[in-house]
């Protein structure tokens, strides 16, 4: 009798733990999915930059070119954001797919920024991250999961997204 | 398919283990029960590192056997005169790898950190490998060198280094290509 009992209970267990891994499974597909794809490149000033060594901060990504007329804009938001941000683990990184490193450097010190100008002239990199309309901005969390996606922003979006950077920096 | 397996299986089990524990937590047991449950927890923890582990090997067995394997390895020694920036692989002329260091990853290097670069495949025969050293020399002057190795490629699996040391005499850096018997 006890054996039986011993056997229905190691069954519903068994049938409990299959339930649960299939549960995990489907609810971190998604999350998994969005993590941010890794790259290695070089920046304006001539260091190498690589995504996947910032993990454990926040950064925010910045695709733009120097023909792109809201990015201007954009990138001084996010060097004021900086400023105020990157003592609590907020690094900011753009990447400019300017095919003259030139052009991009021109605009950078005219925005006055001082985070890294990343140069993907091949646009290896835009195409992983899909950045078909520029500017695009991406927030990356701590563990390297894209968390959101704006293009240029408007004053009620830049409300969003100060709550959402702050949300971000405080998990 | 594969990275899709590994990417969800390995963190839902690892979310089960953490939430059994949670799950515990909150049921609270008497105390030498809850340090029973904890020594279980600890040991799930463990099995999922090892499966993690075993799940590793198992694609690095299944996508690049012994049988063709061909690895290839990256060290520095001192680099007193050569600033890294990336290396670059061609083997029988096709560009296999690309890397770009960041000031990290070379400081790892001088460290005596010794990095795989490359893991493939490669037939059994004669083959080609060139190394495509590119970085900054001293006097901050640009800085780009090659080196070729044949090899051959038999049964087993196969090791190559690429190795940056300083050439003392010669007040210049030297790249040398060698496979590990």
Sequence with gaps: ?171 | MRAWIKATAVPAIMLLALATSRAEEQTEPPAPERSALDAEVQGLRREVVDLNRDLFMLEEDLLFPASTQIAVFVSMDVGTFFDLDSVQIRIDGKEVSNYLYTAREREALLRGGVQRIWLGNMKAGEHELVAFFTGQGTHERDYKRGATLAIEKGVGARYVELRISDRVRKLQPEFVVRVWE
Aim: proline fraction near 4%; glycine fraction near 6%; aromatic fraction near 6%.
């Design chain 1, 1 to 171: 009798m006890n054996s039986t009992q011993d056997l229905a209970d190691d069954d519903r267990r068994v049938g409990r733990f299959v339930l649960a891994i299939t549960i995990l499974i489907v609810l971190a597909a998604p999350v998994m999915a969005s993590t941010a794809p890794d790259f290695a490149l070089r920046s304006v000033a001539g260091a190498n930059y690589r995504l996947s060594e910032h993990r454990g901060e926040v950064v925010a990504l910045i695709f733009w070119a120097s023909w792109c007329g809201d990015c201007r804009r954009e990138l001084e938001r996010f060097e004021r954001l900086r400023a105020t941000y990157a003592p609590a683990g907020l690094v900011v990184l753009s990447v400019s797919l300017d095919e003259e490193p030139a052009h991009a450097a021109t605009i950078a010190a005219a925005a006055g920024i001082d985070y890294p100008v990343l140069l993907d002239a091949g646009k290896k990199v835009s195409r992983v991250y899909e950045a078909d309309r520029l500017p695009l901005i991406l927030l990356i969390d701590r563990n390297g999961v894209i968390r959101a996606r704006y293009d240029a922003l408007d004053e009620s979006e830049e409300h969003g997204l100060l709550v959402r950077l702050r949300d971000l920096i405080d998990e």
